[in-house]
């Protein structure tokens, strides 16, 4: 199993819950990627890693996002009082270095009630 | 602000047409640009991409991109379409001294038998 994985794949939950999305990159790759996909758009930007830093969270939407990469591989993507609008599909992406090729993951398909 | 346009939003071609996807970005100076494509189903998976360097970029089964930078464009070409085409296409780009990738909303491509 080479490529980028994310877990869960299909998450539903109520409003104002918290939830956890995962996402293991391509080992080796240093560079990791979130991005937001809704219905019939492209994916949106939410933070980048680059190790364990994240090197610009400029794209999360607001203070209810937040995400970690403790030992720079796996990322955490945590969501606090998820809302309705939240409802997307999470998509995470690795590259071997900035400006690479990113290589992306399944998603997660994320479903707010 | 940065983004990326795509000129179609859904594009309907039957079997041996050609193909002319067009993207538009809004960056100014040097800029890396990309096409994704994601096949049902699957994974977003990396076309082709600019650099640098010649403007016409060939990439994975008979496609590619022509970088015209006095139109800030980087149109998706293939002379000869197959079924096995349709997808969802992302045109992407980024500034090469690091800024997030921004993609475009996504042309949609059905490929009648």
């Known amino acids: 199993g080479a490529g980028v994985s994310q877990t869960p794949s299909n998450k539903v939950t109520e409003k104002g819950k918290y939830v956890e999305l995962r996402c293991d990159p391509i080992?080796?790759?240093?560079?990791l990627y979130w991005y937001r996909q809704s219905l019939g758009q492209g994916p949106e930007f939410l933070i980048y890693?680059?190790?364990?830093?994240?090197?610009?969270d400029s794209g999360l939407p607001n203070d209810r996002f937040f995400a970690v990469r403790p030992e720079g591989s796996v990322s955490t993507l945590k969501i606090q009082r998820t809302e309705r609008g939240d409802s997307a599909v999470y998509l995470c992406?690795?590259?071997?270095?900035?400006?690479?090729?990113?290589?992306f993951g399944p998603g997660t398909r994320l479903t707010v009630l | 602000a940065q983004s990326v346009s795509q000129h179609n939003h859904h594009v309907i071609l039957s079997e041996a047409a050609s193909l002319e996807l067009g993207c538009n970005y809004s960056?100014?100076?040097?800029?890396?640009l990309f096409w994704y494509v994601q096949y049902p189903g699957q994974h977003l998976q990396l076309l082709l991409k600019?650099?640098?360097?010649?403007?016409l970029v060939k990439g994975i089964k008979g496609f590619e991109a022509e970088f015209i930078k006095s139109k800030f464009s980087f149109n998706l070409r293939k002379p000869s379409v197959q079924w096995s085409d349709t997808a969802e296409y992302f045109c992407?780009?980024?500034?090469?001294?690091?800024?997030?990738?921004?993609f475009g909303p996504g042309t949609s491509l059905s490929v009648i038998p």
């Open positions: 890693f680059q190790g364990t830093g994240a090197a610009d």
């Open positions: 960056y100014g100076g040097t800029v890396n």
């Open positions: 080992s080796g790759h240093t560079a």
């Open positions: 992407a780009g980024e500034k090469t001294s690091y800024d997030k990738v921004i």
């Open positions: 992406a690795s590259s071997l270095r900035r400006a690479g090729e990113q290589f």
């Open positions: 600019y650099f640098s360097g010649d403007p």
